[in-house]
């Protein structure tokens, strides 16, 4: 294992699994057994996107959203039977670091995009039950929770819908995760007036720094602190500076630097968006990430390294999921 043991808030390589009819062995993008291992993972958050709309068109998915889910669940579940010598599944902070003692990679299951709900409260129990503990409300269309992020300002204030706070409710008293990215400002505002409990952005960056609707303004930065949550810093070039070009561990240091002044060291952590964006990376995939961990270490204090790697992350989950 590396020094510090990264946990990463966010990746789509499920869905490239399932769309792509192979496996966390053979698939060669950002993700895979070899390259987690190489990399110094200690836990993985793998994502179950779930396309809709032009997203669905774009993919070929023809199935409803609830449907999908199951079926790239059934992958997830798949890869983690075939593959129990090196990684296993997680739902608690104690599996987490029973894994690492044992030498074991973790796997910690989540949904992007809360549409697969629809409306259906008993929906959450239910993805809980098969393992979720962290739900991005939205993607990049309007659900039955709330609404996306907008560079309309009216429409990027709209808060969340009458069952997205049924849904806030029911995901503190399961003791889920809830992930901020994606969603509008005005349902940001929500859920850190009506959460109980810590929640995050799992794959955002800071907004000063580069002005884009997916990245959070100060003030966000400075309510998610205050609320005890993390941001995990984005690796997509175009919600790090406007710049074209490749994305570099000075890149992601300097909004780790942003969001420690703006939310405190304790709300920075990674969400690298692997096999989710088509950007060109310095250091290419997840066997890159001593790399990152390099800049990082010259930025940052040891003490802080950890934090940024591991610490922060691992306390949230604690917090919220037990």
């Known amino acids: 294992m590396k020094p510090f043991s990264i946990v990463d808030l966010h990746c789509d390589t499920l869905m490239e699994l399932y769309l792509k009819k ?3 062995r053979q698939w060669q ?8 291992q190489q990399g110094g993972s200690m836990v993985q958050s793998f994502a179950i996107f ?45 599996q987490m670091e029973d894994n690492k003692r044992e030498g074991k990679l973790s796997a910690l299951l989540t949904i992007e995009d809360g549409v ?19 739900i991005a409300l939205t993607w990049n269309y ?61 794959h955002s960056c800071a907004r000063a720094l580069c002005d884009h609707r997916r990245n959070l303004t100060d003030e966000q930065l400075r309510a998610l602190g ?9 690796f997509c070039t175009g919600f790090l500076k406007k710049e074209e070009g490749l994305t570099t561990p000075a890149d992601l240091v300097r909004h780790m630097k942003h969001i ?13 968006d692997f096999d989710g964006i088509g950007d060109e990376l310095e250091f290419r995939d997840f066997a890159g990430m001593p790399v990152v961990i390099d800049a990082v270490e010259k930025a940052f204090s040891a003490d802080a390294v950890e ?16």
């Open 50 to 94: 779930i396309p809709t709309h032009q997203s669905a068109q774009r993919y070929g998915i023809t199935e409803d959203a609830y449907s999908y889910f199951h079926h790239v669940a059934e992958v997830f579940e798949r890869e983690m039977a075939a593959n129990a010598d090196s990684i296993r599944p997680v739902r608690t902070v104690a």
């Open 116 to 134: 697969a709900a629809d409306g259906k409260i008993e929906r959450i129990q239910e993805f809980y039950d098969r393992g979720v503990r962290m």
């Open 142 to 202: 309007e659900n039955s929770i709330a609404f996306p992020c907008s560079d309309d300002p009216e429409k990027h204030m709209l808060g969340l819908k009458p069952f997205g706070l049924e849904v806030v409710d029911k995901m503190n008293a399961l003791g889920m995760i809830i992930d901020t990215s994606h969603l509008s400002e005005g349902g940001f505002w929500d859920i850190v007036k009506h959460s109980k409990k810590p929640f995050i952005a799992s």
């Open 29 to 36: 993008g950002h993700i895979n057994l070899e390259k987690l």
């Open 22 to 24: 192979t496996d966390l």
């Open 307 to 322: 934090k940024i790697c591991s610490g922060n992350a691992l306390r949230v989950f604690r917090e919220v999921i037990g």
């Open 226 to 234: 205050e609320k005890g949550g993390v941001c995990g810093v984005n």
């Open 260 to 272: 420690a002044d703006k939310a405190g060291l304790e709300a920075v952590a990674f969400g690298s």
